[in-house]
């Protein structure tokens, strides 16, 4: 793939805009009783506002822009007893740091109640399956997808919660992949919505390779990824815990470069135990690779969602930029829509691996007003479809990405 960013490209001529302050939200982690591992994937209700989140791959969850006044929370995971309480939302930040789930074993399928392996066997079966140069799990009976994004840009002022905005760019895309590895994506819309933008100021894929790329100038490559066949010799693993996501059980890996090797990632890696599968993964640039591109923190964050019980498919995915100088740069994708095994033409793939199509930033209100309506639509039927059947998230989650 083409370098992905060049950080501050297409921010500057960017007006200010403040964020709004006074806007309470609800966060926490959601955590099993017991052993206290964050539960992925969980559901956070709030049912008289009709609103709610997900878990992501630490627990953790938000809710935001939420009115002052008492409200009724729901907590609910397959194979955990659903937790509700009530609380009082004052106009500002409200914290509860953990939330406690206990499992239930008339629900919890038995098979997920597994030993954990060994690190070797871990990794031996992780071996046995290639992986693709982009950083997710190939599916042998899985030649080609297509697939819809949207997100968005920002950048702020410095690094600290609420800090000023000083750009912010939305996008919507399309793009397709086929095995093996072969991945174009096209922006079919963008816009600022304080001022006209030239250009992205990080590359708006679905899929980050932080592998490699040109920051502030610079090139650099960090070596293979943690998955590659060959990554064993550069990368330290420790199993950190195996964390059941009700049918599904997934371990959590620590990785870090080994000691002498070239710059390289670290951080966390999360793998399906049933066929070793990306369940997602949070990976920084170590404090080697960093140094010579002039910045503090180098992130990306992805969480991919299960399909048809049988594929694990990006849903979401992040970018987070902190320079020396103290700028915070976030790029947010959602990744969803996807149409498995159609037939896409060579014509689709003899081109860059990026592109914005010439109508792209002429896109005008009612566009975006529709965009943003079905988006909300879409929200809206989830949550009325978990308030009525309280069915699993990952039928959520296909709503939520069209």
């Known amino acids: 793939m083409r370098p992905f960013f060049d950080i501050l490209a297409g921010f500057l001529a960017l007006h200010l805009v403040q964020a ?10 959601v955590r099993d009783s017991a052993t206290r591992a964050p539960l992925p994937y969980a559901t956070v209700v709030l049912p008289e506002l009709r609103r709610g989140d997900l878990t992501d791959l630490y627990g953790r969850f938000a809710v935001s822009d939420l009115p002052a006044g008492p409200i009724r929370v729901t907590v609910s995971f397959v194979g955990y007893r659903t937790a509700s309480y009530e609380i009082v939302i004052p106009h500002a930040e409200l914290r509860r740091p953990d939330i406690l789930l206990s499992p239930s074993p008339m629900t919890l399928k038995s098979h997920v109640d597994m030993p954990r392996p060994s690190l070797d066997a871990l990794l031996e079966g992780i071996g046995r399956e290639p992986r693709e140069n982009v950083f997710h799990a190939r ?8 697939f819809a994004l949207d997100g968005t840009q920002t950048l702020f002022a410095d690094s600290r919660a609420g800090a000023r905005v000083l750009a912010q760019i939305d996008y919507d895309g399309l793009g397709y992949y086929r095995n093996p590895g072969e991945i174009v994506q096209d922006i079919t819309a963008y816009r600022s919505r304080h ?32 998955l590659e066949s060959d990554a064993r010799r550069d ?10 996501m009700g049918d599904v059980a997934v371990h959590k890996i620590h990785v870090e470069p080994r000691k002498r090797r070239r710059p390289g990632l670290e951080g ?10 990306l369940v997602g993964y949070d990976l920084r640039l170590n404090e080697k690779g960093r140094s010579p591109l002039g910045v503090r923190e180098l992130r990306t964050y992805q969480q991919n969602a299960l399909y048809y019980d049988r594929y694990w498919l990006p849903v979401l995915q992040s ?12 790029q947010t994708t959602r990744i969803g829509g996807y149409t498995l095994n159609p037939a896409l033409d060579d014509s689709l793939f003899n081109r860059d691996a990026f592109s914005m199509r010439r109508d792209a930033a002429r896109r005008g209100a009612a566009y975006w007003k529709a965009r943003d309506d079905s988006l909300e639509t879409a929200k809206g039927r989830a949550m009325q479809m978990l308030l009525e059947t309280n069915t699993v998230p990952q039928g959520w989650k296909r709503l939520l990405h069209r």
């Open 20 to 29: 709004n302050a006074n806007a309470a939200t609800l966060s926490g982690t």
């Open 139 to 146: 599916y042998a009976d899985l030649g080609s997808y297509r």
């Open 195 to 226: 001022a006209p933008a030239q250009q992205f100021g990080m590359h708006p894929g679905v899929i980050v390779n932080i592998r490699s790329g040109r920051l502030n100038g610079r090139d650099f490559d960090v070596g293979p990824l943690p």
């Open 235 to 244: 990368y330290r693993y420790r199993l950190v815990n195996t964390v059941q």
């Open 268 to 277: 966390a890696i999360w793998i399906s135990a049933n066929d070793y599968s």
């Open 319 to 330: 970018v987070r930029i902190i320079t020396d100088a103290g700028a915070l740069a976030e």
